[in-house]
């Protein structure tokens, strides 16, 4: 499996922006990346996902390098209920199937934010 | 819609014991999995369903079977307790296998003794 890198903990305030920063320089061309977040005591919540453009949806931006060896999950205006655990996986929709597709949860970032 | 729901929040068990965890999703979503949860790791697949009468392993099986005998409930039974289970376990679904989004239920907290 394509492994990412990210920081163990990042600290903000709130109401500013967050830029969230995942390295998976080993990424494949079938490789998506996805990002989920987990906030204390709940299951994982799919945040965005992308291949190569940057995305936009209501939660946050996901920007993509162009060599698409890194992006960065941006939070516009923090808030505390945005505290949480956030994973950056890569997930390969380009072969076999089956326990292929999984998600691999790695550490994530803890994100505290600061009111 | 209620999305994933899963039973018991909590459980306590002897080791040796046995018990079912619940999972049910109320979206028609064909894909549904079990993860396992330790203190400082990610998630781990133990097994997933790509449909009603199909099931198959994940990356850390053993000690757990499953059945789907309908679309909507995927229950997760341990056959024979160890203090190695103690976790917390989480269930997903989504629309396929091949979905982007997967939704995940609040999960089952299991301690072994």
């Known amino acids: 499996d394509a492994k990412t890198t990210q920081p163990n903990s990042m600290e903000s305030n709130e109401e500013e922006p967050v830029h969230l920063p995942c390295n998976h320089s080993t990424i494949s061309g079938t490789d998506y990346i996805h990002w989920y977040r987990q906030l204390p005591s709940q299951g994982p919540e799919y945040v965005i996902h992308?291949?190569?453009s940057n995305v936009n949806n209501r939660m946050a931006s996901l920007a993509i390098a162009e060599d698409r060896k890194s992006s960065t999950l941006i939070l516009h205006r923090a808030t505390l209920r945005d505290a949480a655990v956030y994973y950056c996986?890569?997930?390969?929709?380009?072969?076999?199937?089956?326990?292929?597709?999984?998600?691999?949860f790695g550490k994530g970032t803890l994100l505290t934010v600061n009111p | 819609n209620a999305g994933v729901t899963q039973t018991p929040k909590f459980q306590v068990l002897k080791t040796g014991q046995s018990m079912t965890l619940q999972c049910a999703q109320d979206m028609n979503h064909e894909y549904m999995s079990w993860y396992r949860q330790d203190p400082g790791m990610g998630l781990r697949l133990i097994h997933y369903?790509?449909?009603?009468?199909?099931?198959d392993q994940g990356e850390v099986p053993n000690g757990y079977n499953v059945s789907r005998s309908t679309t909507e409930d995927f229950p997760l039974r341990l056959l024979s307790a160890a203090p190695s289970q103690t976790s917390v376990y989480f269930c997903?679904?989504?629309?396929?296998?091949?979905?982007?989004?997967?939704?995940f239920g609040p999960g089952t907290r299991l301690t072994v003794t």
């Open positions: 997903a679904s989504s629309q396929t296998q091949l979905a982007y989004e997967q939704y």
């Open positions: 996986i890569l997930r390969d929709r380009g072969r076999g199937g089956g326990s292929n597709y999984k998600l691999t």
């Open positions: 992308g291949l190569t």
């Open positions: 369903s790509v449909g009603a009468g199909i099931t």
